[in-house]
């Protein structure tokens, strides 16, 4: 695949790994929305450039460091990054998750991170159990000035609701879709009133295959990095099984290709929000038939 | 005239199970309830994808492993997990294929009609293959030489994609095969083959064995001809 030349997925920054994972002096190649690129490190300063098909780089392309990563971004004028406060919060501390690759489309990606449903089914016995299974109502906002879709007031039982938890107990989530790549939400930590802060950070290599990134802020003393990582590899592994029998790989966004029930409104906003934008790539062309990928 | 369409052994497919059922360009999740009776559906759960053959049978219902949603025999979403009071709308449904299970082979649609003399013996299933070779690569080795077992045997053919290795009608052996072929898409054909004998005997292990090693050498043959 070439570069795409939707707009909507080219304004906005997209991660293409862990700062960690760019060497000094070793040319990092990797490719974004179709285009080959290489990432070269000098000290903290990083230049991003396309690559041709001799992998030769040219065109620049912006470059930032945050939130553990580095990101990127084709065009001149970006979609502002996603505002993240917990991370100047100096009693957590941030692991990353490394990246993992998944046949998929990003949005495919965003709404399992975005769904609860799946918990007691997906992640039997750490997210979710039968016979637990029902969605109570919560609140979806589309925030268009900030193409933010805020899922609120969600509540969900859950047995292990992370490493540090030892029995089940009802979980508060809030979930930020911030565009078409990045989801952050915040739940219930062990701490009495406090929330955990996690970062689903999707690169997507093309419109049917990804790499997916992310972050865990964590206030849990008691929990090791390595702890933390293999509670986070556990439960993405499980949904990386899921996420690749999905037909077809890029989302549809009218009904009569997929039929959601009201436990889904954070997918319908997020469905809606992309439908209004007209995103183009990752989406399923809108005459194509049902079952037509079977 | 119809062609059978076969997509497995009986025994690929236990009470409350499912499995992934191909013909051609279609997906199908074969399932089988607690009865023993089998169930065909499109393998795509409409509310969010999911191929259906990953999900699981229980309580004689279909269950997509992302979000539970509980399909009946005759494809209608009965139970939405995340809406345990709610009553599933109509719409929600999965299509559903006609499946028949004859001679040891569950065939999509009608079996074939059997010659008088098979649809008299017994069906033991012994292997099924899936070679990366056209359907008519694949039907001539079946009907070929090489796939004569035992020299007292003979080709009959019930349709194109079926057929028998027999005994002569006046011979003493009482024993043979019977193959069903399946158009399993993006190239590959699937040889299903079952042990014929007549009614009161059982199979001989050797008479098995050897149907399975001549499975396995027309599998070498066929993949290894040029293309």
Redesign the interface.
């Known amino acids: 695949m070439t570069k795409t030349t939707d707009p909507i997925a080219l304004r906005e920054w997209i991660v293409i790994g862990a700062i960690t994972d760019v060497q000094q002096g070793v040319p990092y190649r990797t490719q974004v929305l179709g285009q080959e690129i290489v990432c070269l490190r000098d000290g903290d300063a990083f230049e991003v450039r396309e690559a041709g098909s001799d992998l030769q780089p040219q065109r620049q392309v912006q470059v930032r460091t945050r939130y553990g990563h580095v990101w990127i971004c084709f065009a001149e004028v970006p979609r502002p990054m996603i505002e993240v406060r917990e991370f100047d919060d100096p009693r957590r501390r941030m692991i990353t998750w490394g990246g993992v690759y998944v046949r998929t489309s990003p949005q495919r990606l965003v709404e399992n991170f975005l769904d609860m449903g799946h918990f007691p089914f997906v992640h039997t016995g750490i997210l979710g159990a039968e016979p637990v299974t029902e969605i109570r109502d919560y609140k979806v906002e589309v925030r268009a000035e900030d193409a933010e879709i805020r899922a609120t007031e969600c509540m969900f039982y859950q047995p292990r609701a992370s490493m540090a938890a030892d029995i089940g107990r009802d979980t508060s989530y809030i979930y930020r879709t911030s565009g078409p790549f990045v989801v952050v939400l915040y739940k219930t930590a062990e701490e009495e009133g406090e929330f955990d802060n996690i970062g689903m950070l999707v690169q997507p290599l093309d419109e049917e295959h990804c790499r997916v990134f992310g972050y865990t802020l964590l206030l849990e003393a008691d929990t090791t990095d390595t702890e933390a990582l293999h509670f986070q590899q556990t439960v993405f592994l499980q949904d990386r099984l899921i996420l690749e029998q999905q037909t077809p790989r890029r989302i549809p966004l009218y009904e009569k290709n997929e039929i959601p029930a009201r436990a889904d409104a954070a997918s319908i906003g997020y469905r809606r929000w992309l439908r209004a934008v007209g995103m183009q790539f990752g989406v399923l062309p809108q005459q194509a038939k049902e079952g037509a990928s079977q | 005239m119809t062609v059978s369409q076969a997509l497995a052994l009986s025994n690929a497919v236990e009470c409350n199970q499912v499995i992934l059922a191909r013909a051609s ?3 199908m999740a074969l399932w089988r309830d607690s009865t023993g009776a089998l169930h065909a559906n ?3 759960c ?6 259906l053959h ?1 999900g699981f049978v229980r309580d004689d219902r279909l269950n ?5 949603w509980s399909y009946d025999n005759q494809g209608r979403c009965k139970y ?5 009071s ?1 009553t599933p ?1 109509n ?2 449904f999965l ?1 559903t294929h006609g499946v028949q299970e004859a001679h040891g082979v569950i065939w999509k649609g009608q079996p074939p009609a059997m010659p008088e003399r098979v649809a008299a013996m017994r069906s033991t299933p012994v292997r099924s293959v899936y070679v990366a070779a056209a359907l008519a690569r694949v039907r001539d080795a079946m009907s070929a030489a090489l796939f004569s077992v035992a020299d007292a045997l003979q080709h009959v053919g019930i349709d194109d994609n079926a057929g028998c290795w027999l005994p002569a009608a006046s011979g003493t052996v009482q024993y043979g095969c019977l193959y069903a072929l399946q158009d399993a898409g993006e190239g590959k054909t699937g040889i299903h083959l079952a042990a014929l004998t007549s009614p009161e005997a059982t199979a001989s292990p050797d008479w098995l064995l050897a149907l399975s090693a001549q499975l396995q050498a027309v599998q070498l043959d066929v993949e290894g001809a040029a293309p």
Do not use: K, T, W
């Not at chain 2, 409409?46 to 191929?51: A, E, I, V, W």
């Not at chain 2, 939405?80 to 345990?84: E, L, N």
């Open positions: 360009e279609l997906e499109q393998n795509r409409p509310h969010r994808g999911m191929r990953f997509c492993l992302y979000h539970g939405i997990p995340a809406h345990p709610h709308s719409v929600i299509q």
